[in-house]
């Protein structure tokens, strides 16, 4: 993906030593917390279908533009796939942009009394890392209150795993 987007390589070193790092860490943990994971279905659905499709994620990490094709974001769902049946503490709720105001365009990742980074849809400078416990905790609360309000079907393991395959 990197290659593709004419990342340098020295970068792609880098980057890839931060992933492998990270990659680690995250299938170490994955056996001991919960992981709930929330997924936009329509953009996934388009992402699929269009032949490239922004990376925002990627872009934090490379500051750059990052797009990604089709099969790339098919090997991801295959991914997501194998961690769903693999790992019991991995979970994915499929929501949509009209079901509810999940901070209205925010992007969060968050971690219960730890970090919190939150990064505007629609601009990348904008974004902001909190290491305040209250607020950490205020936004653990309202995104398990969020998880537990999407239907049963969009978070119901089994059910994610066939829709998943289906999109395929």
């Not at 990270?22 to 170490?28: A, G, V």
């Not at 032949?51 to 094709?69: H, P, R, V, W």
Request: charged share 30%; with cysteine; net charge negative.
């Amino acid at each position: 993906i990197l290659e593709k987007n004419e990342i340098p390589s020295e970068n792609i070193k880098a980057f890839f030593e931060s992933f492998r790092n990270y990659n680690q860490k995250f299938l170490k943990d994955i056996k001991n917390f919960e992981y709930h994971l929330l997924i936009d279905k329509e953009s996934l659905i388009r992402g699929m279908c269009d032949d490239k499709t922004k990376a925002k994620e990627l872009e934090l990490y490379t500051g750059q533009m990052i797009y990604l094709e089709s099969g790339d974001i098919r090997r991801q769902v295959e991914y997501l796939i194998w961690l769903l049946k693999n790992f019991p503490n991995f979970q994915i709720a499929f929501f949509r942009k009209n079901q509810g105001n999940l901070l209205d365009g925010l992007d969060l990742w968050i971690k219960e009394h730890g970090s919190v980074l939150i990064n505007k849809e629609n601009n990348e400078d904008a974004f902001v890392l909190m290491n305040e416990s209250s607020i950490c905790a205020a936004f653990y609360n309202y995104l398990e209150k969020y998880w537990y309000s999407i239907p049963f079907v969009d978070r119901e393991k089994e059910e994610v795993i066939r829709q998943l395959k289906n999109m395929l």
